[in-house]
Nanobody, 112 residues
């Protein structure tokens, strides 16, 4: 069964940090490029960051560039999202995507 499982969400104060993880399993070959999305209540799901299959190319949304870092460990079939200097507007459910497969999401809440 192909699946993506996210973890690492939680409640953090503004200016704090969190690291999200997404473990891929059941893929018969490399999951390929992997992407983090997020969705806040009442808003459309938006792409946050993407990393190529080999990890050499990355893309960030303007709203997170310079604060978030995406990386991957292809031995562990895991993609990470390091989030620093978090802001209240980063509050959302964060999802991992590979191909047409979505994870279940992990909640990030930034509040004092």
């Amino acid at each position: 069964q192909v699946q993506l499982v996210e973890s690492g969400g939680g409640l953090v104060q503004p200016g704090g940090s969190l690291r999200l993880s997404c473990v891929a399993s059941g893929f018969t070959s490399s999951p390929g490029a992997m992407t983090w999305y997020r969705q806040s209540p009442g808003k459309e799901r938006e792409m946050v960051a993407q990393i190529s299959t080999g990890g050499g190319n990355t893309f960030y949304a303007a709203s997170v560039k310079g604060r978030f870092t995406i990386s991957r460990d292809n031995v562990k079939n895991t993609v990470y999202l390091q989030m620093n200097n978090l802001k209240s507007e980063d509050t959302a459910v964060y999802y991992c995507k590979a191909g047409s497969v979505w994870g279940q999401g992990t909640q990030v809440a930034v509040s004092s």
